[in-house]
């Protein structure tokens, strides 16, 4: 319980074990995120041992703040925000692509890792993109990065590897089913008019 006003307040409570409702490990994004979104990414993308520097180079190129900003404004989830204590811990980006949802990256700030919060950002993803608008999850990772064990955890299958893939380099392909039920398809990187409007009216705004 807690005091507010001089009243007594019910924390949340989850419907069917009545404990104390979990706080979410994850929020959409917003402009104000994307500097220390693209920073951060630059810094992983470096920095990681699984990738040639070939690849690097056209990560860094694409995955640019106007490339974010895009995300955000066709569905600020595309961005998620990951959160330790309410601050920013780390972030997820994803992108539409023919009705299926590609995870492009994950990552979970050095200073700020620990198992627990990745799986609980991991799962509270999964959750939300469970809403009836894609037929899967993909994504694409290299042999030997830890990260097939977080996504095996959560069911992923190992659909193929994908030999001499991304500039000569071998790529494990692991999907995971979602509900789709709309009859329409995301269309993927092309916002438009509306979208590019929706965009700014978010920046001038601060959401």
Same mark, same amino acid.
């Given at each position: 319980?807690?005091?507010?006003?001089?009243?007594?307040?019910?924390?949340?409570?989850?419907?069917?074990?009545?404990?104390?409702?979990?706080?979410?490990?994850?929020?959409?994004?917003?402009?104000?995120?994307?500097?220390?979104?693209?920073?951060?990414?630059?810094?992983?993308?470096?920095?990681?041992?699984?990738?040639?520097?070939?690849?690097?180079?056209?990560?860094?190129?694409?995955?640019?703040?106007?490339?974010? %900003?895009?995300? $955000?404004?066709?569905?600020?989830?595309? @961005?998620?925000? /990951?959160?330790? =204590? #309410?601050?920013?811990? !780390?972030?997820?980006?994803?992108?539409?692509?023919?009705?299926?949802?590609?995870?492009?990256?994950?990552?979970?700030?050095?200073?700020?890792?620990?198992?627990?919060?990745?799986?609980?950002?991991?799962?509270?993803?999964?959750?939300?993109?469970?809403?009836?608008?894609?037929?899967?999850?993909?994504?694409?990772?290299?042999?030997?990065?830890? %990260?097939?064990? $977080?996504?095996?955890?959560?069911?992923? @299958?190992?659909? /193929?590897?994908? =030999? #001499?893939?991304?500039? !000569?380099?071998?790529?494990?392909?692991?999907?995971?089913?979602?509900?789709?039920?709309?009859?329409?398809?995301?269309?993927?990187?092309?916002?438009?008019?509306?979208?590019?409007?929706?965009?700014?009216?978010?920046?001038?705004?601060?959401?």
């Amino acid at each position: 319980m807690r005091k507010d006003s001089g009243q007594s307040v019910k924390e949340p409570t989850d419907s069917r074990t009545k404990k104390p409702a979990r706080a979410p490990a994850i929020r959409a994004a917003t402009s104000a995120d994307i500097d220390l979104v693209h920073t951060r990414l630059m810094e992983v993308i470096e920095t990681s041992p699984h990738y040639s520097d070939l690849f690097k180079q056209y990560e860094k190129a694409r995955l640019s703040k106007a490339y974010l %900003a895009n995300l $955000i404004a066709m569905d600020p989830y595309h @961005v998620i925000i /990951c959160l330790a =204590e #309410k601050e920013t811990a !780390g972030f997820m980006i994803t992108g539409p692509e023919l009705g299926t949802l590609w995870l492009y990256w994950s990552y979970i700030f050095p200073e700020k890792r620990r198992a627990s919060l990745a799986m609980a950002c991991f799962r509270d993803m999964i959750s939300h993109w469970q809403n009836g608008r894609f037929h899967k999850i993909s994504t694409y990772i290299r042999p030997g990065n830890d %990260a097939v064990a $977080i996504v095996r955890r959560f069911k992923f @299958v190992h659909t /193929c590897t994908l =030999e #001499k893939h991304i500039f !000569g380099q071998d790529y494990m392909l692991y999907e995971l089913p979602l509900n789709k039920v709309t009859k329409d398809y995301d269309l993927g990187m092309n916002v438009g008019r509306l979208g590019r409007i929706r965009g700014r009216l978010r920046a001038a705004f601060g959401l």
